[in-house]
């Protein structure tokens, strides 16, 4: 610890250090005004600053200060842009600073396992690599303004549904591959101020008190420096959370857990240094907040919103466009329909709701630009209130102009922190609507308002459709923006979209029941579920459209000194407009000892290209990408091979292949009684024992483990069980010698 921490908390009593370790209110810790401690603020994000300025609340239901509120993660994930997420968070910080507060809590980086969890709009992919790679930026951000970040929530939250309390029951490999691979990326990159763990139990363990998931791993595996923090609510047993890491209990419990803490130390139950190392990591935080260099002010607004639309417009899917019926043409008349276009709605429910600065609406930007050419009608009420005469007036304005633009979606009450959803469908009213204007007029565009993916049983119907998710505070005018042609849509699914919710991995386990959900799709989330089953979906992974197009040359790779695997690939512009495209990147190693999915992304990169022009991208997959977890060895483990590198523009639109040789990490298991024949065998020192012995015995013996059909019996036979059966004269203490001699080699 610094020398004047040191100094510091030798001054503290029992008390004291046990006082800091927990919050004064909602949104403050505590301030030991007799050595100088001040108190400092940790407010909500993480699209936003959600500062509330009078009494603190966790679901945002009292008012808060003006911030910009930028594209929940559900849109800027889709962005695929890591340079942009870290704009993004710089204005976040920079607004945090002008505020005075400490710590942003975000990016959230969950895994989007199932898509009816109801925080999924703050959550960036199903995919660990983009979820780190895009947290890992949200943070760099946000930190780079002298404010923390705190990545959340630490870990396998991925559901709303009795969050406080289920056991999330999942085995090593999802674990490790899946579920913890995004906040390894994050805190060995970016070392996050904090930390904060998730309500949950992890296989029966609560996260606050689990010292595995905080210390052996977090900190002693990974190399976390910070501060690990409870998510507001979270501490189930003060005193074992301590003892396990947790350095921080918010909010603030009035005292009551300061005196189990400082009773714990009191009757030797606890142990002094442990919260001698909690109450530093404490004063470290602090004293890391007073060191940010004072931020000018007033907050430059009209800067800050451009960036937010500049974020939404990157954001927006192009799923469809038939007949290039988008970007609209400059002389069509155009209905615009679905109340979403005048009554936006922007972001997701709960502790993350922004008051933003100001709100565009996608119906006052299109009159602004488009004028009388423009007409509107609701079409619907998100209560569902006078449908019948709504859907009546929409249908007949559809019907006399010459193209629709339907905004449907999902209503505010469909989808929010504090509870899942149960079905993936649009209201039944508005699926009703669209099939009347399909009736008196095809030119439908739908422009879908969604902060998790919804099933689309009309994309056969509808020429265009448009993915605008979450998009913040500007999103009304950036969805015009793209729809016009002004921008160039870019993004791309961060999530599949399924054909309907029994084809998804969770199906039947989610959300479990009696206190546990099983994980039981193993590492088989998201599209790798898809793939492995060969399974038809809605739009796949990685999937979106741009209004021009791109063709890709020959993929280069190799392997360099550092063991990462460096790619390239030339993508050409082919079609009339400037735009940019997602270049992705999927590995699979098709003669793997242990199942794997056909293909996994591990890395990307979003790339502007004007028409008509090459550029050559590079991108790289990190050796620690390649790993699989062993579970054997417990830990994360490079398997050697030859790979397969696909690379296009989705999961399944891959046109460019090639392949690399790599050189795997040694991995020497013990071997042991219960160790197969097969293994024995291919034990660099066991197998040449036994071979040499075999060859002593004749040929006969020699050939005996080179016949398939023995070999194939014998394989996964346990070694210590051969001399139980009889004609085979071998005994138990050769066995346990030839064990030690390979042990020992």
């Not at 939250?157 to 969050?163: F, I, K, L, Y």
């Not at 997959?621 to 830990?635: C, F, K, Q, S």
């Not at 346990?718 to 050769?734: H, K, M, N, V």
Request: net charge negative; glycine share 10%; aromatic share 6%.
């Amino acid at each position: 610890m610094p020398h004047s921490t040191r100094r510091l908390i030798e001054e503290l009593t029992v008390e004291e250090k046990a006082s800091i370790t927990s919050g004064a209110d909602f949104w403050h810790t505590k301030a030991i005004e007799r050595v100088g401690v001040p108190s400092i603020m940790v407010t909500d994000g993480p699209h936003g600053l959600r500062k509330q300025a009078g009494a603190g609340d966790h679901l945002g239901l009292n008012d808060s200060v003006p911030a910009t509120c930028f594209p929940p993660a559900v849109g800027l994930g889709s962005s695929f842009d890591p340079e942009l997420a870290e704009r993004v968070g710089r204005a976040i910080g920079t607004e945090a600073a002008i505020e005075e507060v400490a710590v942003v809590l975000g990016p959230g980086i969950n895994i989007k396992r199932s898509p009816l969890c109801g925080r999924n709009f703050e959550y960036f992919s199903e995919d660990p690599v983009v979820a780190g790679e895009m947290g890992r930026a949200v943070v760099d951000g946000i930190q780079s303004r002298g404010v923390g970040a705190s990545l959340k929530h630490f870990a396998v939250n991925n559901q709303e549904t009795d969050r406080m309390r289920v056991s999330a029951d999942v085995d090593p490999r999802p674990l490790h591959e899946i579920y913890l691979r995004a906040f390894a990326h994050v805190v060995t990159r970016s070392q996050p101020w904090t930390v904060m763990c998730s309500y949950n139990r992890i296989n029966g363990v609560y996260a606050s008190e689990d010292p595995w998931l905080l210390t052996d791993l977090l900190r002693t595996a990974w190399g976390f420096e910070g501060l690990v923090v409870s998510d507001w609510g979270a501490v189930n047993d003060r005193v074992a959370a301590l003892a396990a890491g947790l350095d921080l209990e918010m909010p603030g419990s009035g005292g009551a857990t300061d005196a189990q803490i400082a009773a714990a130390v009191a009757d030797g139950t606890l142990e002094p240094a442990v919260l001698d190392v909690a109450a530093v990591r404490n004063l470290d935080l602090v004293a890391k907040s007073q060191q940010r260099p004072p931020v000018e002010g007033p907050l430059d607004v009209d800067a800050h919103h451009a960036l937010a639309r500049e974020a939404a417009g990157r954001s927006i899917v192009l799923l469809k466009n038939d007949a290039d019926l988008l970007p609209l043409s400059p002389a069509a008349s155009i209905a615009v329909i679905g109340e979403f276009a005048r009554t936006p709605r922007f972001q997701g429910g709960g502790s993350s709701h922004i008051k933003p600065t100001r709100i565009d609406t996608a119906l006052d930007e299109f009159v602004a630009q488009l004028g009388d050419r423009v007409r509107f009608a609701a079409g619907f009420t998100f209560d569902g209130s006078d449908t019948a005469t709504l859907r009546e007036d929409a249908v007949a304005l559809a019907g006399e102009q010459d193209v629709v633009v339907l905004f449907l979606g999902l209503p505010a009450a469909e989808e929010s922190e504090g509870f899942d959803r149960t079905h993936l469908n649009l209201p039944a009213a508005q699926l009703d609507l669209l099939d009347g204007i399909l009736a008196v007029n095809p030119n439908v565009v739908v422009v879908l308002s969604n902060g998790a993916v919804v099933t689309l049983p009309f994309a056969d119907r509808v020429p265009a459709i448009v993915e605008a998710w979450l998009l913040g505070q500007a999103g009304g005018s950036a969805t015009v923006d793209v729809l016009t042609g002004a921008v160039n849509p870019s993004a791309r699914l961060t999530e599949t979209i399924p054909l309907r919710l029994e084809d998804t991995p969770a199906f039947g386990s989610f959300p479990g029941a009696l206190g546990h959900v099983r994980y039981g799709e193993g590492i088989y989330v998201g599209y790798r579920w898809y793939d492995t089953r060969r399974m038809a979906v809605a739009y796949p992974f990685g999937h979106g459209l741009s209004y021009t197009r791109f063709s890709y040359g020959p993929v280069t790779a190799h392997i360099d000194d550092a063991g990462d695997m460096r790619i390239s690939v030339p993508v050409t512009n082919v079609g009339p407009r400037d735009g940019r495209e997602v270049v992705q990147v999927y590995l699979r190693h098709d003669s793997s000892i242990v199942d794997r999915a056909p293909r996994e992304l591990k890395s990307f990169a979003s790339v502007e290209i004007p028409a008509g022009q090459t550029r050559d991208v590079p991108l790289t997959i990190r050796r620690d990408d390649l790993a699989y977890w062993d579970v054997r060895a417990d830990r994360f483990v490079v398997e050697g091979g030859t790979y397969r590198i696909d690379i296009g523009s989705s999961s399944r639109d891959l046109p460019q292949t090639t392949t690399v040789d790599v050189a795997g990490d040694p991995l020497h298991l013990p071997l042991t009684m219960d160790s197969s024949v097969g293994e024995v065998m291919a034990h660099p020192v066991a197998g040449a024992i036994v071979a040499e012995q075999l060859a002593a015995m004749g040929p006969g013996a020699a050939g005996f483990l080179e016949d398939p059909m023995i070999a194939q019996i014998l394989g996964s036979f346990p070694i210590g069980r051969l001399p139980s059966f009889p004609g085979i004269e071998i005994e138990a203490d050769q066995i346990r010698a030839l064990i030690r001699a390979a042990d020992d080699s």
